[in-house]
């Protein structure tokens, strides 16, 4: 049974239909990484994941879980899912010890010695111990980010969503973060990964999947999508970007 099941996705802004009818299942353990041009519905479709937005029409399954149905306990359903995004959205007027702490705290799953100790682990994790006390104003973007990634470990969930997360970062520090990235995939956490690295997604993706105008036109293996591309789209988006 998968762990993500989504079926029949539809999702509308106004009258605009961004994602037109998704189906996908992602395995425990599964690293998914999805391209596509800009507009073509991936971070809606992300966000979907962890019902940050209301779904039109569908089922989103995780966990057996379904996110949609009222009689879900939501938050609940959301601890196990991590996300994090392109800009950080780190608290700016907590230190880098208390971004990590305060979600597992706010919601009770930990107390303040739990959470403190948990923090300082997944920050050796990310090679961020010496920055335990520092503000974000204080970090570079490739820190920050990896203070992202441990600040959704934190809650311990059994899923993570990226979307884009090396898209703001300056050249030399994106492969810090990808390294990051890599050892969660290593240890077997369940990944969908929205990414421009189209490397990372050969290197790291158990399937690639291609989005274009609200569908999810193609899919397979890396070896299959970047090296045997069947869709005309596919193969006109690979040709721009690689
Ligand atoms: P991608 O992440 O692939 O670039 P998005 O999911 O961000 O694509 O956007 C898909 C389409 O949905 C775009 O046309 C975008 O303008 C539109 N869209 C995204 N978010 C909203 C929103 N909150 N309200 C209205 N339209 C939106
Ligand atoms: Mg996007």
């Keep these: 049974m998968g762990k993500i099941r989504v079926k029949g996705l539809k999702k509308n802004y106004g009258t605009q239909q961004v994602l037109k009818g998704i189906d996908l299942e992602v395995q425990e353990g599964e690293v998914v990484c999805m391209i596509g041009p800009s507009g073509s519905g991936k971070s809606t ?30 938050n609940k359903a959301r601890e196990n899912i991590g996300m994090v995004f392109q800009h950080f959205n780190l608290f700016p007027h907590f230190n880098v010890l208390k971004n ?28 961020l111990s010496d920055k335990a006390e520092a503000f974000p104003s204080q970090l570079s973007g490739g820190q920050k980010q990896r203070v992202a990634i441990a600040r959704a470990l934190a809650m311990n969930p059994d899923v993570m969503l990226f979307d884009e997360p090396t898209s ?44 274009d105008g609200g569908y999810i036109v193609e899919e397979g293996t890396p070896e ?18 690689l």
Excluded: W, Y
Excluded at 53 to 74: F, M, S, Y
Excluded at 177 to 188: I, P, S, Y
């Design 224 to 241: 299959e999508v970047f090296g045997n591309p069947k869709n005309e789209r596919t193969i006109n988006f690979l040709e721009k970007v």
């Design 100 to 127: 990590i702490m305060f979600a597992p705290m706010e919601l009770g799953k930990m107390k303040e010695g739990e959470a403190r100790s948990t923090a300082l682990r997944l920050l050796d994790r990310v090679g």
């Design 45 to 74: 479709f992300l966000r979907c994941i962890n019902r940050l937005e209301e779904i039109t029409a569908g089922q989103v399954i995780v966990d057996d879980r379904d996110l949609n149905d009222p009689k879900t306990d939501i």
């Design 168 to 211: 703001a970062l300056d050249p030399e520090m994106v492969g810090e973060v990808l390294g990051v990235m890599k050892d969660l995939a290593r240890e077997g956490m369940t990944m969908v990964i929205v990414t421009h690295e189209m490397g990372f997604a050969r290197e790291v993706a158990d399937r690639v999947i291609f989005m």
